[in-house]
């Protein structure tokens, strides 16, 4: 396991879905796994948590710098 920098993810990791055919003919779609984080917890919809911080602004991308990088260069 590593070290998580930056933010949360998106936590859209439900994965293919299975159709479920109801008695009105519609179909409910439900995902065929889920996923578990490194602590067994539920992590779709929800995302993984990072352990250092570094949320990119519009003025890092306007001026070229990342600030997930410089903390992972500071990290190590």
């Known amino acids: 396991?590593?070290?998580?920098?930056?933010?949360?993810?998106?936590?859209?990791?439900s994965g293919p879905s299975e159709g479920c055919l109801l008695d009105d003919g519609s179909v409910l779609l439900l995902p065929k796994v889920r996923h578990?984080?490194?602590?067994?917890e539920i992590?779709?919809?929800?995302?993984v948590p990072v352990d250092h911080?570094?949320?990119?602004?519009?003025?890092d991308l306007?001026?070229?710098?990342?600030p997930g990088v410089a903390k992972a260069l500071a990290v190590l």
């Open 1 to 13: 396991m590593g070290t998580l920098i930056g933010t949360r993810t998106a936590g859209a990791v």
């Open 36 to 40: 578990l984080g490194p602590a067994r």
């Open 43 to 47: 992590i779709d919809t929800i995302g």
């Open 53 to 59: 911080y570094a949320p990119m602004t519009a003025l």
């Open 62 to 66: 306007a001026t070229g710098r990342d």
